[in-house]
């Protein structure tokens, strides 16, 4: 996966090989926001500019930009996987939130690296 990332708001990145551009989209919100070009220093301007004219439209029309994610995450798994995630927080002397962030702050910081 690539990704660009500028004032908090992050984009995945594509190549369309029958168009011969890039293509993006800013991640975690609602609105559809997207952008591209033909070069990947026009890719990053493009982004750039995307995300500035998203805060700047939202400002004109009284409506605050959606930020990514509120922190709140609701994640429904197996009981077994329960079981074995609290035993590993509780041997790691840590609560459920506090390990679960660290581990899942590794593995996205892995992916996004």
């Given at each position: 996966?690539?990704?660009?990332?500028?004032?908090?708001?992050?984009?995945?990145?594509?190549?369309?090989?029958d168009d011969?551009?890039?293509?993006?989209?800013?991640?975690?919100?609602?609105?559809?926001?997207?952008?591209?070009?033909e070069t990947?220093?026009?890719?990053?301007?493009?982004?750039?500019?995307?995300?500035?004219?998203?805060?700047?439209?939202?400002?004109?029309?009284?409506?605050?930009?959606?930020?990514?994610?509120?922190?709140?995450?609701?994640?429904?798994?197996?009981?077994?996987?329960?079981?074995?995630?609290?035993?590993?927080?509780?041997?790691?002397?840590?609560?459920?939130?506090?390990?679960?962030?660290?581990?899942?702050?590794?593995?996205?910081?892995?992916?996004?690296?």
């Amino acid at each position: 996966m690539n990704a660009m990332n500028y004032k908090g708001y992050s984009a995945r990145v594509d190549y369309d090989d029958d168009d011969e551009i890039f293509f993006g989209r800013i991640a975690g919100i609602r609105d559809g926001v997207s952008f591209h070009s033909e070069t990947v220093a026009g890719l990053k301007a493009a982004f750039h500019e995307a995300v500035d004219d998203y805060v700047e439209t939202c400002a004109k029309i009284g409506k605050s930009p959606q930020r990514p994610y509120s922190g709140n995450l609701m994640l429904r798994v197996d009981p077994s996987v329960h079981s074995k995630v609290a035993m590993a927080a509780e041997l790691a002397g840590k609560s459920l939130n506090q390990w679960g962030e660290e581990v899942l702050r590794e593995a996205a910081e892995k992916q996004i690296a």
